[in-house]
């Protein structure tokens, strides 16, 4: 069964710094690999997701991912991050055809200013 | 618009009283599924349903049911809730490998 890892639970990132999330899977196979915000009190939006193809993938918001298949990470990044980043981040993996998507815990965003 | 929605929102409840939370999406989608979400957990697939009347389990079924009548909608049913049934929920649906959340709902059992 595959299963996802954020290391990070929490990460705490001036305003106007980067930023990067990581995330590890494992799976067998190649995975559809995802990447979701969740604002406080809000439901889940998807920010970018990677099926094939170019491993470096653009999302909404400024954000994109890189997909290393020789290291099992799809990590998240922001060049320079806004207050209204802040936010619990989750990765996910899924397999085509299965719909089934296994989700990471999470990684919460504390921007400081 | 194109949307998942869920009924209620927020829901406080006692133990033992069976409530139902309803979820609607407009977007024909065949697959829809319910998670959960517990701090330190992310998101655990509670059941899904592949087309109407084909559900199966998913990772946290126990203290669950669904039903699937019609396309469009898949309420989860709580028969008897218990306090660790407290969470939040989301409903989804799926096309092509994508799912689409719904708001979520906030569950409190006492």
């Known amino acids: 069964a595959q299963s996802v890892t954020q290391p990070d639970i929490h990460i705490t990132v001036s305003e106007g710094a980067s930023l990067e999330l990581r995330c590890n899977y494992s799976y067998g196979a190649t995975p559809y690999l995802f990447w979701y915000v969740q604002s406080p009190g809000q439901g889940l939006q998807l920010l970018l997701k990677y099926f094939s193809g170019d491993t470096l993938v653009q999302g909404i918001k400024g954000f994109e991912a890189e997909f290393k298949r020789s290291q099992s990470s799809f990590n998240l990044r922001k060049p320079s991050v806004h207050w209204s980043d802040a936010a619990e981040y989750f990765c996910?993996?899924?397999?085509?055809?299965?719909?089934?998507?296994?989700f990471g815990a999470g990684t919460t965003v504390t921007v400081r200013a | 618009e194109a949307q998942v929605t869920q009924n209620p929102r927020y829901l406080i409840t006692v133990t033992g009283k069976k409530l139902t939370v309803t979820c609607s999406q407009n977007?024909?989608?065949?697959?829809m599924s319910w998670y959960r979400q517990d701090p330190g957990l992310g998101l655990r697939q509670i059941y899904y349903s592949m087309n109407v009347e084909v559900t199966d389990k998913g990772d946290v079924p126990e203290g669950y049911k669904v039903s699937r009548k019609e396309k469009r909608n898949f309420p989860l049913i709580l028969e008897s809730p218990s306090p660790n049934q407290t969470s939040l929920y989301f409903c989804?649906?799926?096309?092509?490998?994508?799912?689409?959340f719904g708001p979520g709902t906030r569950l409190t059992v006492l």
């Open positions: 977007m024909n989608h065949e697959y």
């Open positions: 996910a993996v899924g397999v085509s055809n299965d719909y089934k998507l296994s």
């Open positions: 989804a649906s799926s096309f092509r490998d994508e799912q689409f």
